[in-house]
């Protein structure tokens, strides 16, 4: 990689620790961190030990939301949007998202040099799930905002966008009450679980989860695949003598960059994890970045291999939890960069500006990805 990993991603680390302590008990006792793959997939699978769970009383809408819910409610509520994310919905949506990549491009060809984030990579997922969802694409400023917010590390941002993010779904749900529409948020509010509607926290957090989520993890997979196609001529040459090595592609980046770099889970029961004991109560921090790189999974982790296979990265979790919009976001970012080789073939980043990952550690997200389109 011809840009600084090591500034950006802290693979030194994580390769230290999958080492000497890959299951991690901080001093104070109430944290575990996992570094390597086999107990990171263990956490994400074994949902009998290892609770996704918000707390019961839950006052925040994303803690009432299918994020934070074990079975058989997790599965009640994946239940009612998984058919809007079924494959066959999924390759529907290819002309409009083409439609609309090509009009974010035919927008950036004017200015000839643009920020990715700002010009590409953000704009389009939020439109398509602002369109899903059947809220004002004109608030899609706003949505940036409240989704940076949420995946972010100042907790009072975190609290005042959800506050934020209530009043405003709450204006749309009622308005769906009294004149349902062709959207996801007209299904969610006249659905019903075992014969009882979506409560209002319920129908708040999916709604709050969707936007976010339907963005947040898109938008730093376009940045990031651009960032190494820029960074590698060889994998730019093949991509743009065979563009159906893009989905590979993208796997490597999923794998590589890993949009996501941690999640959490809370201990349900005393348990024993790689001759650790792991008590109830005890939160676990799952990190996937250094599972992804893991030398007993993948050879060569430090490479950026565009032809891995297997690659069974967990770039999008695994188990009942993996990411209802996969498909969406590979779909998206696929699209996107076909577009981008078709048009701007010989693009590069303006290396003046240094990269800056933004000060999330939940996300691998760059702050901004500066480009010139033309040589």
């Given amino acids: 990689m011809e840009w600084n990993q ?7 680390q994580f390769k230290e620790m999958r080492s000497t302590s890959p299951v991690h008990l901080q001093e104070e006792g109430q944290m ?7 107990e990171v997939k263990e956490a994400f699978t074994n949902y009998a030990v290892f609770s996704s769970q918000g707390t019961e009383d839950a006052k925040e809408p994303i803690d009432s939301s299918v994020l934070r819910q074990d079975p058989p409610k997790h599965r009640q509520l994946r239940m009612l949007v998984s058919q809007a994310f079924t494959p066959r919905v999924i390759e529907s949506m290819a002309p409009k998202i083409t439609s ?5 491009l035919d927008q950036a060809e004017k200015e000839r040099s643009i920020d990715v984030l700002a010009s590409l990579a953000s704009p389009l997922p939020i439109t398509v799930i602002a369109e899903m969802l059947g809220v004002s694409v004109e608030d899609r400023a706003q949505f940036k905002q409240w989704s940076d917010a949420l995946v972010g590390s100042d907790y009072e941002a975190y609290l005042q966008c959800q506050e934020e993010m209530t009043a405003y779904f709450n204006v749309i749900i009622e308005e769906r009450r009294s004149s349902p529409k062709d959207d996801l948020i007209s299904n969610l509010v006249q659905a019903k679980v075992e014969g009882e509607s979506l409560s209002e926290i319920e129908l708040i957090g999916f709604c709050i989860l969707l936007l976010v989520a339907g963005n ?3 938008t730093n997979l376009i940045t990031s695949a651009l960032l190494c196609v820029d960074s590698l001529p060889e994998v730019r040459e093949q991509l743009l003598a065979d563009r ?3 989905p590979g592609t993208l796997e490597e980046v999923f794998r590589y960059c890993s949009p996501v770099q941690h999640m959490f889970r809370q201990v349900k029961q005393d348990t024993e994890l790689a001759g650790h004991v792991l008590q109830a109560g005890q939160f676990v921090r799952l990190w996937i970045g250094s599972a992804n790189h893991d ?7 430090e490479r950026f291999d565009m032809f891995r296979s297997p690659n069974p990265h967990l770039g999008l979790g695994s188990g009942i939890h993996y990411c209802l919009g996969a498909q969406l976001a590979r779909l998206e970012s696929k699209i996107m960069l076909e577009a981008i080789l078709d048009r701007f073939p010989h693009y590069y980043r303006n290396r003046s500006i240094p990269l800056q990952r933004t000060d999330s550690s939940m996300m691998f997200a760059l702050q901004s990805l500066p480009i010139h389109l033309y040589e």
């Fill in 32 to 38: 575990c961190e996992l570094y390597r793959y086999q």
């Fill in 244 to 246: 159906s090595l893009i």
């Fill in 6 to 12: 090591s500034e950006l991603l802290p693979l030194s």
């Fill in 100 to 104: 609309i990549t090509h009009s974010l």
């Fill in 216 to 218: 947040e993890t898109t």
């Fill in 295 to 301: 030398e007993t999974v993948f050879d060569h982790p």
